[in-house]
């Protein structure tokens, strides 16, 4: 699903957290909004999804304008920075509660149960699915968010600072990881992030933001210098 930003704005009092932000995101194309903390990366992210209201501007999900379409109705996937997993289902009911609950055509249960240990296999989890997530690492616990924002088969995938809260090996790890997961899924995706590297390392294309507005855009090659 291509993505079209027009003019969006945002305020919260004295300063916008978004002053008028222009950007394309491509079907199929992983983006990294990159910027520090306070520079409007997390309202957009909320904005694409329905979450937070703009005070001006439009969102396009393809040709249709997003102010007319409910959250349910953007069909977008969000992972979160600290992971929202419920605490008291199992691996398999978290990932397959927007199955159960959300939208789409009602399944059943065995072919809820396919679909999970299929994610499960994308994310790396085989066998897991009867854990609880305090049994879990923090970086499993995040491979848990992903399968269950896919399991819905999003038309967007919004991913928050995912590996923010985890240390700088595991990151590195699941960094890569993401790389591969979208390479075969070819979800259009859109990921906040506040780390240069990161954002280098994973996107196909990089949009920097600072205090509300959009700096630059372009493939990592043309937004740095390389020695
Ligand atoms: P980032 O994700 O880049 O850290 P945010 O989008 O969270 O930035 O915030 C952008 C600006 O908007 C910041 O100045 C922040 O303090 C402000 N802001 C964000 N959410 C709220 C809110 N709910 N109420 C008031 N100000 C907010
Ligand atoms: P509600 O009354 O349910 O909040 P709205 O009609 O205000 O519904 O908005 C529907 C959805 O679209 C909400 O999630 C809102 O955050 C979002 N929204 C509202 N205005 C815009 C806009 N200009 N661009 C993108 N999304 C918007």
């Known amino acids: 699903m291509e993505l079209k930003i027009r003019n969006l704005r945002k305020d919260y009092g004295n300063f916008p957290a978004l002053n008028g932000v222009n950007l394309d995101i491509r079907s199929g ?3 990294a909004l990159l910027g520090p903390s306070g520079s409007g990366k ?17 969102i396009f999900f393809g040709d249709n304008d997003a102010s007319r379409q409910s959250v349910q109705h ?4 969000f992972v979160f920075q600290h ?15 927007g199955m159960r609950h959300g939208q789409g055509p009602k399944q059943s249960e065995a072919v809820i149960r396919k679909r999970v240990l299929e994610l499960l296999d994308l994310v790396q989890l085989n066998g897991l699915e009867g854990r609880y997530p305090a049994q879990l690492s923090g ?9 269950r924002a896919l399991a819905i088969e999003p ?6 600072e995912p590996f923010g809260a985890l240390d700088a090996q595991v990151r590195k790890g699941l960094r890569r990881w993401l ?7 070819g979800h259009t995706t859109v990921f906040v992030t506040h780390d240069q590297e990161e954002a280098m390392e ?8 600072h205090k509300g507005d959009l700096q630059q855009v372009g493939t990592p090659d043309e937004i740095y210098d390389s020695p």
Do not use: C, W
């Open 42 to 58: 997390t309202t957009l992210l909320r904005a694409i999804a329905g979450l937070e209201s703009p005070d001006g501007g439009q």
């Open 202 to 209: 994973l996107s196909d294309r990089v949009a920097v933001l």
């Open 83 to 97: 992971y929202a997993l419920f605490r008291h289902m199992k691996v398999l009911d978290n990932i397959a509660f």
């Open 139 to 147: 970086g499993q616990r995040q491979r848990v968010a992903l399968a």
């Open 155 to 160: 038309k967007v995938l919004l991913l928050d």
């Open 29 to 31: 194309e992983l983006i």
């Open 179 to 185: 790389r591969q997961i979208h390479e075969e899924t």
């Open 74 to 77: 953007r069909h977008v996937g």
